[in-house]
Structures are given as C-alpha cells and as structure tokens.
C-alpha cells in the first residue's frame, strides 16, 4: 500500500506564506510526476502546480510568481512553499503523485493525500 500525508496547511492572513509539505510511503518502486491541487466547496479541483522527478515544474497563472514546488526525492517528499498569499488561496489542497509500487512496478498508478486546508483571512 501506498500513503500520501500532508501536513503544513492552517491560517494566515492575507500577504503572509505557509509550507505545505507532503510525503509520500509504502511500497514504492519508482514516483514520476509529483504535485498539488486544491478545491473549494462547488468547484473542480484544480491543479495548483506538478514537478517531474527531474525537476521539472508546472504552475497555474493564478499562483505563478508567489508558488513554488520543490521535492525531494530521496525523501519521497513534495513540498509548495505559498508566499503572498490571497483570499481567493483558501482551498483544501491536495498531493498527488504519479507511482509505480513493488506489487506493480510496469504501471504508474495515481495516488491522492487525505488534503490539508488552508485558509488565507483578507
């Protein structure tokens, strides 16, 4: 089995910063792509930004400039560090990775956290 486990969500105020961080166990062969969505009561989820196990990465226009996603991948960690943050931020946000396990190592299946919320206070 495999888990994802956020942590770092909360309240701030408007302008301010947190760091979300989210790890990812069990029986892991191999993560591609690692990222963080968010949704808000009635709306899609939406996706918030990806990072490849490269290093590669991908952000929404609406966080491009105050977000940034970095992991670690001997940790199996990806983390969104969120500055400037704005009203319109609070959402419940979600890790999401891209993992093949040791059960099934020829195919990537996609995993989800239990989501972390956040509150931005204008």
């Known amino acids: 089995q495999v888990q994802l486990v956020e942590s770092g969500g909360g309240l701030v105020q408007a302008g301010g910063s947190l760091r979300l961080s989210c790890a990812a166990s069990?029986?892991?062969?191999?993560?591609?792509?690692m990222g963080w969505y968010r949704q808000t009561p009635g709306k899609e989820r939406e996706l918030v930004a990806t990072i490849t196990s490269g290093g590669n990465t991908n952000y929404a226009d609406s966080v491009k400039g105050r977000f940034t996603i970095s992991r670690d991948n001997a940790k199996n960690t990806v983390y969104l560090q969120m500055n400037s943050l704005k009203a319109e931020d609070t959402a419940v946000y979600y890790c999401?990775?891209?993992?093949?396990?040791?059960?099934?190592?020829?195919?990537?299946?996609?995993?989800w956290g239990q989501g972390t919320q956040v509150t931005v206070s204008s």
């Open positions: 999401n990775a891209d993992i093949k396990t040791l059960r099934s190592p020829w195919q990537y299946f996609d995993y």
């Open positions: 069990g029986s892991i062969f191999v993560i591609n792509v």
